[in-house]
Structures are given as structure tokens and as C-alpha cells.
């Protein structure tokens, strides 16, 4: 389809000051799928894009002569980005926010449910990895920033391996494994549930 939407990256200042990287939306014209140099950027759709009414009308009055299949462009809107297969543990991490936004789950709401109301495992690490010395220091010390949290923080590296499963396997994947899991509460049953992370880390990704 010579329309499509192309993603790009921006920065955004937060209302705190801080700056962050989002994906943006733009409509694009590329008659040769194959040729870049062909691209022409056609409209600007922000970090939710949405295909309005308002919208192909503003655009067929600009661009009169492109042809738009809006419900293919509807569809490849909505289409998550980021193939989770080929992702590392380190990128998910370093994405976890923007990657569940892609798959149209929010970061809060399946903290709360991984850390059963009481920890929040996705926000942490989101709020670690904002610091570029913090991921350093966890490359420098373990290798990589998911190796650091299996030694130091195994219930962020389960938390990650989870959401991996959940985007690969879907929700019933991820109840069946829940089921399964010790309490996690404070003090001694939360030392059982970070020995059953470290447990069943090893037996998924070292074949222990």
C-alpha cells in the first residue's frame, strides 16, 4: 500500500522538567516499498493516532490526487509495532511502558496484578531505567541490565519473563502459571516467592 503510517521518535518535556522519548504517528506516501528515497511525509498523527472523520477530510482536501484505503490504515495504526519474539529481556525492560502501550495494555494496571496490589515491579523498573548511570551501572556489574535484576531483584526479572509471556502466550498462559506461584507477602512467604522467581527463571531460560 503506497499510504501507510511510519513511526518516529520524539521528545517530550514531562510536567516534572524531565524529558522523555514517545513514538509518533505520521501518514507517509511511498510508491516503492523498497525505495526510501521515495518517501514523502504527509501528515503528523502524534503518539495516538486516530483516523477521524476530521482527519481524512483535512487530508483528501491536501492531498487530492492519493488514493487512501483508511481502513488498512486504521488497521496498521493498531497494529502492535514491536515484534516481542526478537526483543531482548534488556529492551523490554528499557521499553516496558511504550511496548505494553503497543499491545494495548497499561503499565499500572498489570503492576497491580503482578504485584498482587502491594508491589509494584513494572514501575520500578520503569523509574531504575530512566537514570542512563543507573543502567550502566547494572551492565558494568552483572552484564546486562536483566541479569543484574536476576541476581539482585529476581522478582523484576519474574515480572519481565511474565510479561513476556502474557504478549507471546496470552492471558490464559499467564493464570496458569500464576496459579502456581507461592503468596507473596512481607517477610518469610515473600522470601519463598523470590526463591520460586529464581527457580523458575532457571528452569525457563537455563534449561535447569
Not at 496490589?117 to 537514570?131: F, K, V
Amino acid at each position: 500500500m503506497p499510504v501507510h503510517i511510519r513511526w518516529r521518535s520524539e521528545e517530550r518535556e514531562m510536567p516534572n522538567g524531565r524529558t522523555r522519548q514517545v513514538r509518533v504517528a505520521w501518514v507517509v506516501h511511498q510508491p516503492d516499498a523498497d525505495d526510501d528515497s521515495e518517501v514523502r511525509f504527509l501528515a503528523y498523527m502524534g503518539s495516538n493516532p486516530i483516523v477521524t472523520a476530521q482527519f481524512k477530510l483535512e487530508f483528501q482536501t491536501l492531498y487530492p490526487e492519493i488514493a487512501v484505503d483508511w481502513d488498512a490504515l486504521a488497521e496498521e495504526i493498531g497494529r502492535p509495532q514491536t515484534d516481542i519474539n526478537v526483543l531482548s529481556y534488556d529492551e523490554l525492560a528499557a521499553r516496558i511502558r511504550a511496548i505494553l502501550g503497543e499491545y494495548g495494555l497499561l503499565l499500572d494496571r498489570l503492576d497491580y496484578r503482578l504485584g498482587r496490589g502491594w508491589t509494584r515491579p513494572l514501575r520500578d523498573i520503569a523509574r531504575l531505567l530512566r537514570d542512563p548511570g543507573v543502567t550502566a551501572r547494572f551492565e558494568r556489574t552483572s552484564g546486562s541490565t536483566f541479569a543484574y535484576f536476576r541476581e539482585h531483584h529476581p522478582e523484576y526479572a519474574y515480572a519481565l519473563y511474565k510479561v513476556r509471556l502474557l504478549l507471546t502466550a496470552g492471558d490464559a498462559a499467564l493464570s496458569e502459571l500464576e496459579a502456581r506461584e507461592p503468596a507473596m507477602e512481607p517477610g518469610a512467604r515473600f522470601r519463598d516467592f523470590r526463591e520460586f522467581c529464581l527457580a523458575k527463571l532457571a528452569a525457563e531460560l537455563d534449561g535447569g
